[in-house]
């Protein structure tokens, strides 16, 4: 039995392991339901990364109106004031201010059931800053966040 799991857990995890320790370091996928939690706690990209890509799905049913989110990039400090002007620029403007510089990256709003990506340079991401992720629809960013580490 203990052979038979250890097997298992080769084929599980070592190749799950290569995929999200190397090749895909500077592409990551993150989730989020029904509630207001991604499925990530936090992220981390390379240094060595030049371009980011993000996949986001949303995996609960609600429509984007009632439960939607999107995937914000900025430096923590500026989490709080983009995310109030993105309440006050509403649904139509996806909770983010037209041509707010503070943003780093951005996806649109999503709903249940759809998914979608985010591409954007890293060179100018330090790993002396601190940056967060979160979602920007009204009121979530409370919630959900995390930290967007660089590492070497
Ligand atoms: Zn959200």
Redesign the pocket.
Known sequence: MGFLIKIFALLVFVPFGFTDGQRDVCNLEIA?GDT?KFDKTQLQISSSCEKVTVTFTHTGKLPATVM??NWVLSKTADVKLIASDGLIAGASSGYIKAGDERVIAATNIIGGGQTTTVSFGAGQLSSAESYTFF?S?AG?SFM?AGPFKIVN
């Open positions: 989020a207001l939607g989110h979602c629809f979530h959900m």
